[in-house]
């Protein structure tokens, strides 16, 4: 049936959609998510077997964006919105495209389902994932498609792509760019290979940077900060943000004056900035990692940094640093590890970016010049000390041919000529370092993140009534952002 040829049509899909909903909802009221739920276990049972057929069709409606049909005049029309008039009057700026919601929750629904135990129906818990998977372009070859040898479903990743960049801020719609991100390869592939790579990552840094500095919705970030990961895993993806330049950032408030940058850096900036938050408020170790895991993915392709990201990453090392040093004049305690697990990290970033690209990155240099007596007490670190000696092998380098300069009270920029002069002659065969790569892999439990997650934004709706005294679930997601919000600043 097409929803979309008369306004009865249109309103009885939408309370089929409803319909599956409230059957679903039964998932509300339990206080275990593992439990067994009959309605949602039919719908997923019975099918199972179509699931792609499925997964294509609620994607459709999505891409589709279609609001109601106009409204028949007939009496009986007249007569039904008089008596119901709340059902099309209220909130319609809320509710502008019922279809398309509805469809967008029901498949985050079918596709976040746990499958931590096998059960007779996690086969098909499971093809919904693989429909989501299996999906494809519309603008794959015909020799693709008549080679496969089952039925290729078709959507248009360049119309789904477009309503990602133009609402990530609505949650929905992040949750499945980042399942279809993880799932569908020939999605991901179409994502990292778009020449306007802005459109995607500005949305998304400006989402964290706003939430992270006014400490609300810890679960977008979370889910924003594992798509940064996702796509930082692509080597040539990384080289192409260093080179896309973006203008007049208004919402990067922490340096006004900053007029261009590039998108690399922008990122760099954003993710330390979460960092240091985060070390002073949340605390969360999640966090802490996958900041420092998007930079050392990165690292490797930095160049021609700008003299503030220089600046932020070598402070990062000395804020980190005098933290160290105070918790060791402390009891023992496990912070002592994290930080000194961070200091690692950073340190790693740091070498990995000499090592690759120090002939395009004089201001990171320079940046080591000036702050150079921060890493003196760690030489002797049992874990560091490699790590600090080649950085002191770079600056006892670069520092000799600017004293061979013999210049009096140099500017910076003529300590930077100087840097790039000598850079010619470095050779960094002194800095033996693995590749840093971190891969992200979806834990078998994420069900425990993602379906409260997604019942706290279907209860958000106001088109249906769910009772929250019954609604068990959502105590998760409760704890969730209440732990996060509640944590004392140091």
């Excluded at 970033?349 to 890493?375: M, P």
Aim: glycine content about 2%; hydrophobic content about 40%; proline content about 3%.
């Amino acid at each position: 049936m097409d929803p979309n040829s008369n306004y009865s049509h249109y309103e009885f899909y939408t309370e089929v959609l409803n319909t599956f909903l409230v059957l679903c909802s039964t998932q509300l009221q339990h206080s275990k998510l593992t439990e067994d739920n009959y309605f949602l276990g039919i719908l997923i049972s019975k099918f199972g077997n179509r699931a792609e057929t499925v997964v294509a069709r609620l994607l459709e409606n999505l891409i589709e964006q279609r609001t109601p049909p106009p409204q028949s005049s007939s009496v009986m029309y007249t007569a039904y919105n008089y008596f119901f008039s709340s059902r099309s009057s209220s909130h319609p700026d809320a509710d502008s495209m019922p279809v398309a919601d509805r469809s967008l929750l029901l498949l985050l629904l079918l596709g976040s389902q746990s499958i931590s135990k096998e059960t007779e129906n996690s086969k098909w818990i499971k093809s919904y994932r693989y429909a989501i998977a299996n999906l494809n372009d519309h603008h794959v070859l015909s020799s693709d498609v008549d080679g496969c040898d089952r039925k290729m479903h078709l959507i248009s990743f360049k119309d789904l792509f477009e309503i990602f960049i133009k609402s990530l801020h609505v949650e929905e719609r992040m949750l499945l760019f980042y399942f279809i991100l993880v799932e569908n390869e020939s999605f991901r592939v179409y994502v990292l290979s778009r020449t306007d790579q802005e459109t995607i990552y500005l949305p998304i840094l400006k989402l964290i940077y706003e939430s992270v500095e006014g400490k609300t919705n810890y679960s977008q970030v979370y889910i924003l900060m594992t798509v940064l990961l996702i796509l930082s895993q692509d080597d040539v993806n990384n080289e192409a943000i260093q080179k896309i330049v973006v203008h007049n950032i208004t919402w990067f408030t922490e340096r006004p004056l900053l007029k261009s940058i590039s998108l690399g850096g922008l990122m760099t900036l954003v993710l330390i900035r979460t960092l240091q938050l985060n070390l002073s408020q949340q605390k969360d170790i999640y966090l802490h990692t996958n900041c420092l895991a998007i930079l050392a993915n990165m690292s490797n392709t930095m160049s021609d940094m700008h003299a503030y990201v220089a600046q932020r990453i070598v402070s990062l090392f000395e804020l980190l640093a005098r933290r160290f040093t105070k918790l060791l004049e402390k009891q023992p305690s496990d912070d002592i590890s994290i930080y000194q697990d961070l200091l690692a990290l950073i340190l790693e970033i740091i070498n990995s970016t000499l090592t690759h690209r120090l002939k395009h990155n004089s201001q990171l240099v320079y940046a080591l010049l000036q702050k150079r007596e921060i890493f003196a007490p760690f030489q002797l670190h049992p874990r560091l000390s490699d790590l600090v000696q080649n950085l002191e092998h770079v600056i006892n380098f670069f520092h000799a041919r600017v004293s061979e300069a013999n210049l009096k009270a140099p500017s910076s920029n003529e300590v930077l000529r100087l840097i790039e002069q000598a850079s010619r002659t470095w050779s960094n065969s002194k800095l033996p370092l693995p590749d840093l790569k971190f891969q992200y892999e979806e834990e078998q439990d994420s069900y425990e993140f993602f379906i409260p997650y997604i019942w706290a934004l279907v209860h958000r709706r106001t088109f249906i009534y769910w009772s929250e005294e019954k609604s068990h679930v959502l105590d998760n997601y409760r704890l969730m952002n209440e732990d996060n919000e509640q944590q004392p600043s140091q």
